[in-house]
């Protein structure tokens, strides 16, 4: 599975942005994604998560109520649509498909990564 994520940008708090990670490869249904994120010197965080059918969504507490997490699996794309954002959501946002249908709050079970696209929120 290779994963591409695009949508990043700089936006003034309280807008909105969406993120779009596209998928390749036909097994691409099968597994559980996530939404991460990093800024410099901190681990990478758990955003929110998506079972492979898209029936069950997981969010961090920090972003529950703003981010919505959404899968297109005939479209083979990942979204995430983040509203009210913050300065504190400043940061590069990763999507991560799993190894198995559901998704996991931490890293480790991810087994690939899109590049990353940056999050730019001005107070």
């Known amino acids: 599975v290779q994963l591409q994520a695009s949508g990043g940008g700089l936006v003034q708090a309280g807008g909105s942005l969406r993120l779009s990670c596209a998928g390749s490869?036909?097994?691409?249904?099968?597994?559980?994604m996530g939404w991460f994120r990093q800024t410099p010197g901190k681990e990478r965080e758990f955003v929110g998560g998506?079972?492979?059918?898209?029936?069950?969504?997981g969010y961090a507490d920090s972003v529950e109520g703003r981010f919505t997490i959404t899968r297109d699996n005939a479209k083979k794309m990942l979204y995430l649509q983040m509203k009210r954002l913050e300065p504190e959501d400043t940061a590069v946002y990763y999507c991560?498909?799993?190894?198995?249908?559901?998704?996991?709050?931490?890293?480790?079970?991810?087994?690939?990564w899109g590049q990353g696209t940056q999050v730019t929120v001005s107070s």
């Open positions: 991560a498909a799993a190894r198995e249908g559901y998704y996991s709050r931490t890293p480790d079970p991810y087994k690939w």
């Open positions: 490869g036909r097994t691409f249904s099968s597994y559980g």
């Open positions: 998506i079972s492979w059918s898209g029936d069950s969504t």
